[in-house]
């Protein structure tokens, strides 16, 4: 098992804060926690705050932590708090080179501290009122570890805020779904359309062609009657014509 922390060993009635690598040295910090070792809370506070040390800043903070996580976590009345312990480890150093004469260089060590803060609960059993403060906190607390009888669930005005909601996206919905299935049946009515006219044309040309060619066929036929009874003709003009060279081909042999 590993190390356990400082939190887990501490008894009920007592709290811990702590902040690492603080950049401060251990002496100058040491200077200020001995000043407000084993004091009340509220009064090391005050006495932090007029203090003209620089180191006075994060050991206040930390006590101000300590004394929060009192409150909060161990649910301890503020106003009963003493600081029990409290100390500074040395933390790691950061080196540094300072630059000297005739181009030497000498070290400086930039300290680091960890602060540390535990405050306690101290109850004089002589004070009522304390002794009445503590006794009830403690009931209180008894009542908040046991488990709370299940209830079920009011409807409030946000479930039915977000179930009308959800009702007005749904009939949105339907509506979109409505109008796209409208849109689409038109564009397969026009491209239907668009596909039957070309094949109307088609069939009124041939129409058209057809009634072209029987009106055609009575005028072929005009001609061709025409062209016949010419033909006719021609052929009843010939002999009549033939005769009379015939009469003049015998009057030259006759003369001769």
């Known amino acids: 098992m590993g190390k356990q922390s ?6 009920e009635n007592a709290a811990v804060a702590s902040a690492k690598y603080v950049r401060m040295g251990p002496r100058k910090v040491r200077r200020v926690i001995d ?19 620089r180191a006075c800043d994060p050991v206040s903070k930390v006590l101000q932590s300590a004394v929060a996580n009192a409150e909060h976590n161990k649910q301890l009345d503020t106003e009963l708090l003493w600081i029990s312990e409290v100390y500074v480890d040395e933390g790691p150093s950061l080196r540094r080179w300072r630059p000297r004469a005739q181009g030497r260089a000498y070290p400086v060590h930039k300290r680091t501290s960890h602060i540390t803060v535990v405050v306690e609960e101290r109850v004089d ?29 009011e409807r409030d005005d946000t479930e ?19 109008k796209k ?22 069939t009124a040309k041939k129409a058209a062609a057809k009634k072209a060619e029987a009106e055609e066929k009575p005028a072929k ?18 002999p009549e014509s033939s005769e009379p060279k015939a009469d003049s081909d015998a009057t030259e042999g006759e003369s001769s």
């Not at 070792?37 to 203090?51: I, V």
């Not at 503590?134 to 079920?152: G, I, V």
């Not at 039915?160 to 409505?178: P, V």
């Not at 036929?221 to 009843?236: G, I, P, S």
């Open 35 to 53: 000043v407000i070792r084993g004091m009340k809370t509220d009064e090391a506070l005050t006495t932090l705050q007029f203090s003209p040390w």
């Open 221 to 238: 036929k005009a001609t061709a009657k025409k062209a016949a009874a010419k033909k006719a003709d021609a052929d009843d003009d010939e």
């Open 125 to 153: 059993e002589s004070d009522e009122e304390a002794v009445s403060r503590r006794r009830a906190r403690r009931a209180k607390k008894a009542e908040a570890k046991q488990p709370a009888p299940e209830a079920q669930p």
């Open 181 to 202: 299935t409208t849109a689409k049946k038109a564009e397969a009515e026009e491209k239907a359309e668009a596909e039957e006219k070309p094949a109307k044309k088609a």
């Open 6 to 11: 400082k939190a887990e060993t501490l008894p």
């Open 160 to 178: 039915e805020a977000l179930e009308a909601i959800e009702e007005d996206k749904a009939a949105k919905a339907a509506e979109k779904k409505a």
